[in-house]
């Protein structure tokens, strides 16, 4: 049984609190689906990422609270040189997403698992995700399903946008958080915001991560 809760204290000894980095190219709808996922609802006008983009959700896993900490990373290489080191600080997962009508973005997914490959754990959980499944596909689902098959991931096709698929985008997060549960988590700290930007909320950097 799974139930979604609303953001409780860090602080609280029973919650377990977990970094996941969501990354992948410029415009493949990063914002959008973690946006979805933490406020049930499609964000309109996002704004390009600039840094990072933090949100959160807290879930109950078989009865334990578990904190997903979603780092919504910026796809441009400019936003994002200086601030690599943050993004893989002590992360647990790893979210890759793609624009399924944008064969490029896809293309790309090589060197964006070769940038985690450098700065993580191999063995953490990782996800694939094509997103706007709404629009004209231009990566087909078996080319997509062999690429995650070949680097150990599941495989997710949905669209931020559409409501119908909210359960599916649920599915993403939630098949994560089972897979995180019995990972050690991280120690809650003071979070102390570093840089702003993006969308309508804040970007920070945790102090823990």
Not at 90 to 98: M, T
Not at 193 to 204: C, F, G, K, V
Request: proline letters at 4%; a neutral charge.
């Amino acid at each position: 049984m799974v139930t979604a809760k609303p953001t409780i204290n860090i602080n609280e000894p029973s919650i377990k609190i977990y970094k996941v980095i969501v990354v992948g190219d410029s415009n493949v709808g990063k914002t959008s689906l973690t946006y979805r996922f933490c406020e049930r609802q499609f964000l309109e006008a996002p704004e390009a990422t600039i840094g990072v983009d933090f949100r959160e959700r807290v879930l109950t896993i078989d009865g334990q609270d578990i904190k997903l900490q979603l780092w919504d990373t910026a796809g441009q290489e400019r936003f994002r040189k200086s601030m690599v080191q943050h993004y893989y600080r002590n992360v647990h997962a790893v979210i890759f997403v793609y624009d399924v009508s944008n064969a490029a973005s896809f293309d790309s997914l090589k060197q964006w698992i070769g940038e985690v490959d450098k700065h993580s754990f191999n063995d953490i959980p990782r996800i694939l995700v094509g997103n706007k499944c709404d629009v004209r596909n231009a990566v087909n689902t078996n080319v997509a399903q062999k690429f995650a098959d070949m680097h150990n991931m599941p495989l997710f096709e949905t669209s931020a946008r559409l409501d119908s698929q909210c359960d599916n985008v649920e599915a993403i997060f939630l098949t994560l958080a089972h897979k995180l549960k019995n990972q050690k988590p991280m120690i809650p700290r003071p979070i102390a915001s570093i840089s702003i930007s993006s969308s309508d909320n804040q970007t920070t950097q945790t102090g823990c991560c």
